[in-house]
């Protein structure tokens, strides 16, 4: 009964291709996040979609393009990958956005390792 | 530098020891989190303290709330070796001060039997 999921859990790929990650929360939540941790263990939002709209989009690069088919769903796809874009990427989701008190719920994350 | 930072960056004891660890903010809040990661595992929530709460409890965990300090403590009390982990703090900012949901970089805890 997982919360929330992420496949694949571990993406090796060459410098220049394009891949996606799959998020899915079936905890009846409005809100999803894609988060990204680097290789310091800083974590940083990304995107945050509230009922498939995007709410949040934090300064990152065009390549990254975030793809909401319905609420339970929120996929990343990366074009171009750099060597940069290796990291963990994690996938969150709450009940509500833009209030005081939500919680978020992670998934386990992906490793993406860009050679 | 981050909106939320964890002090000390690495903390080992002894099983049985309290883990204090810290973490200090810039701007205003709505509230503040603290979550746990396990090696290479996803982030766990732990406890969420709002911006007019001081203290909270949960089990063994324990945190406090200083808002004219702009910063918050995490105790865990009689600690275990399963609480060896990544201990990060989160802040929940109204949106006209940018950026929500900021992570701080982790208190990397380690529980010796």
């Known amino acids: 009964d997982t919360a929330v999921s992420q496949t694949p859990k571990y993406l090796v790929t060459q410098m220049g291709n394009d891949k996606s990650i799959k998020c899915e929360q079936n905890?009846?939540?409005?809100?999803m996040y894609w988060y990204k941790q680097d290789s310091k263990k800083f974590l940083k939002i990304m995107f945050s979609y509230n009922n498939k709209e995007l709410i949040i989009n934090e300064t990152v690069p065009n390549r990254f393009s975030p793809k909401s088919p319905d609420k339970a769903h929120l996929n990343l796809h990366i074009n171009s990958l750099e060597l940069g874009d290796s990291a963990v990427y994690f996938c969150?989701?709450?009940?509500?956005?833009?209030?005081?008190?939500?919680?978020?719920?992670f998934g386990p994350g992906t490793r993406l390792t860009v050679l | 530098s981050q909106q939320g930072e964890e002090d000390p960056q690495a903390l080992s004891i002894q099983e049985g020891e309290n883990a204090t660890m810290n973490c200090s903010y810039k701007t205003s809040i709505n509230n503040l989190q603290w979550y746990r990661q396990n090696s290479g595992r996803g982030l766990v929530h732990l406890i969420l303290i709002r911006s007019n709460e001081r203290e909270k409890h949960s089990g063994r965990l324990r945190v406090t709330l200083d808002t004219s300090k702009k910063s918050s403590s995490l105790l865990i009390t009689a600690s275990r070796a399963a609480d060896t982990a990544s201990y990060f703090c989160?802040?929940?900012?109204?949106?006209?001060?940018?950026?929500?949901?900021?992570f701080g970089p982790g208190t990397r805890l380690s529980v010796l039997p």
């Open positions: 905890l009846g939540h409005d809100t």
């Open positions: 969150a989701s709450s009940q509500e956005v833009i209030t005081p008190y939500n919680e978020q719920f």
């Open positions: 989160a802040t929940d900012a109204p949106p006209n001060y940018g950026q929500n949901f900021v």
